[in-house]
């Protein structure tokens, strides 16, 4: 495997941030290269690129290169690849790639797997049809003009109504040149594309055949279990493993090094950055079960030198973040003179709003499989960053990355934890010292207490208003630790879902404005969390965009309709780097039609209300009506979230749905319960008792309604959940006249006295 | 450790493991029966959902001598065919997302249909009030719970949406 760095990486990170949404310009480069070469593959199929190999029986393998965690990607690009193709869907095969340079970067995050992928799996497949569609027309001595695909894996001759299929084809394909700028399809001729389709993999599922990270076997392997510096940053002082390796079948106990790790995406690390990424390390249990090396790290007596991390509470970060917020920060964007115009406006509004520590949770703890042998490594990772992770095992175990193997596994749930790296690495060196295959488990507790959290943030946003009640300055000032800093060092602006970055509110009709960060400076490690940024700051802003309709009597959706009534690009120029200037109608269109499904403005009974919360973010536009009840003891109920969604063209309605639906239920999970605490700088949860989940009992219900286009497809894995919490928060206000500012909801605030 | 004796999917088996190994592991790790999932380890997630005499029980935390000698049926072994109406519904559904927790939810589901054939909404949760899928599919595994349970009745399966024939490297 040769190296993966080029240049388009160091844009990688860019495009996990909501600020790169949707940008054609910057498109990962995702080349074809001439064919794939899959070992025992017979030698007469057709093998026009790497994503498609067509056999003589007909049957059609379609790779796909990005990472399955339940957003049905294997069966979204699958259909992108079957539809140019003209194949017949129930002939197609679903293979996952492995990791590999021919496949360019496959990375899977930042709601990118469509938008990247989506014009050069369109021309993979169209070049291929191309091909066959020659063969046919060599074959039967005609023009090519003669000949037409059927959609159903055939070529056909109308004049004579002559067919041919795929299979019958392949052999001569494979000798046709490789055509260049083949013409697309017309959307109005798409079978499969816009189509509900059936998950390729949900018989498996269903029947416990699904086979994810943690059920991987290999033969003569071994199980291990970690135990991690409870404190972040901490080491191993000494450790006794004599009562562990009194346990049965425990077959070897020893230190784990923390061996630093290389960013995340390729991105140059600054000299001096401060950076602090390195893998946990601790104490591996190796044993011949789970069970029997969970048995044999609770027998171990560990000292720990918990460094200067101990000292951490999340009772000081709080006030250190309300210090932060007293003095300037790092000035990210300014527009005008926002400090002059505030001082003099006829009226402001302040108001200050607070999220917390959040861990990702997904369901399959996280886990990894590796055998190391013979300069050789081998790995089996439920990844979203196979790249990434092969750059670390290369430069950790000092091998050329021609010697490693990442197969990418069936992942039981990611939502970001798993573009982190360090499971991977920790099993590839487990396994080395074993000298064994070997899976590494992760417990729950070790899942949760050892995560790369959402990071905890203050906001004090203040807003002038002129006589007239027009808004002629916004300040919004962020006090929260760097997101990127874990990974890189330094201090990087998290500015998604901020009104900078394009989420469209207020866009273009503030000509005064202030972005700014201070940071908080933690051993807690940060990472990307579903939506990333974009869920915190925008909690922030759309809440407070409906404190300012409240303050001026006017309707919430009035006022958004008022904020974005310009063509002009959002507050903040919409011209970062990468960044695709809001388009105003679009937004308004997704709150037109979700104000009209949720029955906005239509009275509800007392302790009943409605909230209204929408954006831009990663290529696509979404609206939130919540409507919730609140009883007199403050007991809350979030009885309907309607959504209204604008990603361009659908690949399968079905999909977009199911993540919409998803992203709510991860929304209100963090809205209406979780915090990760901190004491004695330790992650204080350890389950999903203390760190409950929506179940469901409290689901809502919850409608998506998606506006027929054929602009450029939109990510959908993130954007269902910024707009969750704050929907729902400004819902709670209609009801009771109460701002909830903190997430989770402090609910016994809205107990009346 | 003594030898203990299951049924697992009507297979009888005999294993050596210490006694406080909770079924799970044996499952998973002994018998290479991996549909079975590893969630939370204190019966609080459901994930790890299968049928002991019939009743759901969480694997992670029973232990292997409690259930020797009785008879377990895992995600595996619902149905040979994969056709237990409860599995048909999820599929006719498109209810999974990730998955993980599905055949949890689908052991419950078949446990609650088999003493209950037609559920109301609190029976369905507080049957699955203990399970949890991350990936937000409730509203899904609800109506899928009343079309099992309506197909339960009625006997007869609905066809699944179009999925190509060969998935194999999905898995």
Known sequence: ?753 | MDAISLTVNGQKHSVEVSPDTPLLWVLRDTLGLTGTKFGCGQSLCGACTVHVDGEATRSCTARIATVAGRSITTIEGLSSDGRHPVQQAWLSDQVPQCGYCQAGMIMTTAALLAKNSAPTDSDIDEALGGHICRCGTYLRIRRAVHQAAAKHSASEATAPLPAPAGAGGAR
């Open chain 1, 1 to 753: 495997m040769k190296t993966l760095r080029t240049a388009t990486n160091t844009s990688r990170r860019e495009f996990l941030k909501s600020t790169a949404a949707g940008s054609a310009g910057l498109l990962l480069a995702f080349y074809l290269p001439a064919s794939a070469s899959t070992p025992g593959a017979p030698e007469q199929d057709f093998k026009p690129n790497a994503y498609i190999a067509i056999d003589s029986h007909g049957d059609i393998r379609l790779v796909v290169t990005r990472s399955e965690m339940g957003q049905g990607v294997r069966t979204a690009l699958a259909m992108i690849l079957a539809e140019e193709l003209g194949a017949d869907w129930s002939r197609v095969k679903i293979e996952q790639g492995d990791c590999d340079p021919q496949y360019g970067d496959m990375t899977t995050g930042g709601s990118m797997s469509i938008r990247s992928t989506w014009d050069p799996l369109r021309k993979a497949g169209a070049s291929a049809r191309d091909m066959l569609l020659t063969a046919a027309a060599q074959t039967w001595g005609v023009t090519r003009e003669e000949c037409s695909p059927t959609g159903d894996s055939v070529i056909e001759h109308k004049k004579t109504g002559r067919k041919l299929t795929y299979g019958q084809l392949a052999v001569k394909a494979a000798s046709v040149p490789v055509p260049k700028d083949v013409p697309l399809k017309d959307p109005k001729d798409y079978r499969i594309v816009g189509t509900k389709r059936a998950r390729v993999d949900g018989q498996h599922i269903v029947i416990g055949e699904a086979h994810y990270g943690i059920d991987t076997k290999v033969p003569g392997m071994l199980f291990a279990v970690v135990a991690r510096p409870p404190v972040f940053g901490g080491k191993v002082k000494k450790f006794d493993a004599t009562r562990a390796l009194a346990v049965p079948g425990v077959r070897n106990v020893f230190e784990v090094p923390a061996v630093e790790m290389p960013p995340l995406f390729g991105e140059e690390r600054k000299p001096d950055s401060g950076h602090e990424h390195y893998l946990w390390g601790g104490v591996a249990v190796v044993a011949d079960s789970t069970w029997q090396a969970i048995a044999g790290r609770r027998a171990l007596t560990i000292d720990w030198d918990n460094g200067p991390g101990a000292e951490e509470s999340t009772e000081k970060q709080r006030a250190t973040l309300t210090e932060l917020l007293k003095t300037d920060g790092k000035e990210l964007k300014k527009i005008g003179d926002p400090d002059a115009t505030i001082s003099s406006a006829a009226k402001t509004i302040e108001a200050d709003y607070e999220t917390p520590f959040l861990a990702h949770m997904t369901m399959e703890p996280v886990n990894s499989t590796a055998s190391v042998h013979d300069g050789k490594c081998e790995v089996w990772a439920p990844t979203q960053n196979p790249n990434g992770m092969a750059t670390a095992l290369a430069g950790v175990l000092n091998l050329p990355q021609s010697a490693l193997t990442i197969h990418i596994t069936l992942i039981g749930g990611g939502f970001g934890r798993r573009l982190c790296i360090d499971y991977g690495v920790e099993a590839a060196l487990i396994s080395r010292s074993a000298a064994a295959p070997v899976k590494v488990i992760w417990t729950r507790d070790d899942d949760i207490r050892h995560d790369y959290y959402r990071p905890i943030s203050h906001h004090r946003l203040r807003a002038g208003l002129d006589a007239r009640g027009q808004v002629t300055s916004w300040l919004h000032h962020i006090a929260a630790p760097s997101t990127d800093s874990t990974f890189l060092g330094g201090e990087v602006p998290d500015t998604g879902g901020t009104e900078i970055a394009g989420t469209g509110l207020p866009s273009g009709t503030v000509p005064n404005y202030l972005l700014q960060q201070s940071f908080l400076h933690t051993a807690v490690p940060r990472g990307y969390w579903r939506a990333v940024d974009t869920n915190w700051n925008h909690f922030a802003v759309q809440c407070f965009i409906d404190e300012i309709a409240a303050a001026t009597s006017k309707d919430p959706l009035a006022l958004r309709r008022e904020l974005i009534a310009t063509k002009e690009k959002p507050a903040g120029g919409g011209d970062n780097e990468g960044e695709t200037p809001v388009n105003v109608d679009r937004l308004l269109g997704v709150l037109n039609l979700v104000a009209e499904k949720s029955d906005w403005g239509k009275p509800l009974a007392a302790g009943r209300g409605r909230g209204i919360a929408g954006l831009y973010g990663f290529g696509s536009y979404v609206a939130h009506v919540a409507e919730v009840t609140v009883a007199k003891d403050g007991t809350l109920r979030v009885d309907r979230v309607v959504v209204a969604v604008d990603c361009g063209q659908v690949i399968n309605p079905d999909l977009v749905a199911a993540q919409i639906e998803g992203g709510v239920v991860f929304g209100l999970t963090s809205a209406l319960y979780d915090e990760i605490t901190i004491q004695n700088g330790q992650v204080q949860q350890t389950n999903f008792d203390n760190y409950p989940m929506l179940r469901i009992a409290d689901m809502p219900k919850v409608e998506v309604h998606l506006v027929p286009s054929h602009e450029p497809p939109g990510g959908i894995g993130e954007p269902g959940v910024p707009s969750t919490a704050p929907a729902v928060a400004n819902a709670i206000f209609a009801a009771t006249g109460k701002r909830l500012r903190r997430l989770p909801f402090q609910t016994q605030e809205l107990a009346k006295s």
